[in-house]
């Protein structure tokens, strides 16, 4: 089956800043590839998404990258703000399946 | 308004006392699935089912059933819960499958003592 790894597992930033998560995939029939974001306390989120026929994809201060190639994808938050910091997990999905990383726990620090 | 509901949302039970948690959804959903939280760990799946009557292992099975004899319910069963159970439980759905966006329910937090 799918087996999704995600780094870094904590990321503190300033204010401001930009961050960056990085998942990799190891199923190369995943064709979708969607970020979740899970405040304290609270259900996961979608906040964006990828398809394999896309190279990149942005909303607002959310970028996702995704390589095919290298099995590799990419959540890219500039300007952060206090209100990013919570918990950020990265997926994949095959025809019949999701399966998540571990999660990163994004801290921004005014 | 489409959603995904869990019940108990908090539970604090013994250890070997049999417990279920339900799920339910409003979406028509064919694809449901459990997924335990723990620090660290991020969400790990217990059991997934693509249609009705037809569920699979996830990563996490072990002490866990499952049952899908209706569309929109999925329940979780622990016939023999133990303290290693304790644990922050998601109910998910979406349409189809893979390849598709999947709502949470909103969690259900159990402790096993």
């Known amino acids: 089956g799918e087996n999704v790894e995600q780094h870094p597992s904590t990321l503190s930033v300033q204010e401001g800043d930009s961050a960056v998560i990085k998942c990799t995939y190891s199923?190369?029939?995943?064709?979708?590839f969607p970020w979740y974001k899970q405040e304290l306390g609270k259900r996961p989120q979608l906040i964006i998404d990828?398809?394999?026929?896309?190279g990149e994809k942005k909303d607002q201060r959310i970028a996702v990258t995704l390589n095919k190639t290298a099995k590799h994808f990419s959540l890219h938050i500039t300007e952060t703000q206090p209100e990013d910091s919570a918990v950020y997990f990265c997926?994949?999905?095959?025809?019949?399946?999701?399966?998540f990383g571990a999660g990163t726990r994004l801290t921004v620090k005014p | 308004e489409a959603q995904v509901t869990q019940n108990p949302r908090y539970l604090i039970t013994v250890t070997g006392k049999k417990l279920t948690v339900t799920c339910s959804q409003n979406?028509?959903?064919?694809?449901m699935s459990w997924y335990r939280q723990d620090p660290g760990l991020g969400l790990r799946q217990i059991y997934y089912?693509?249609?009705?009557?037809?569920?699979d292992k996830g990563d996490v099975p072990e002490g866990y059933k499952v049952s899908r004899k209706e569309k929109r319910n999925f329940p979780l069963i622990l016939e023999s819960p133990s303290p290693n159970q304790t644990s922050l439980y998601f109910c998910?759905?979406?349409?189809?499958?893979?390849?598709?966006?999947?709502?949470f329910g909103e969690g259900s937090w159990l402790t096993v003592v």
């Open positions: 997926a994949a999905s095959p025809a019949y399946d999701m399966r």
């Open positions: 089912s693509m249609n009705v009557e037809v569920t």
């Open positions: 199923d190369s029939a995943s064709n979708y």
């Open positions: 979406m028509n959903h064919e694809y």
């Open positions: 990828i398809r394999s026929n896309v």
């Open positions: 998910a759905s979406s349409s189809r499958g893979g390849g598709n966006t999947i709502y």
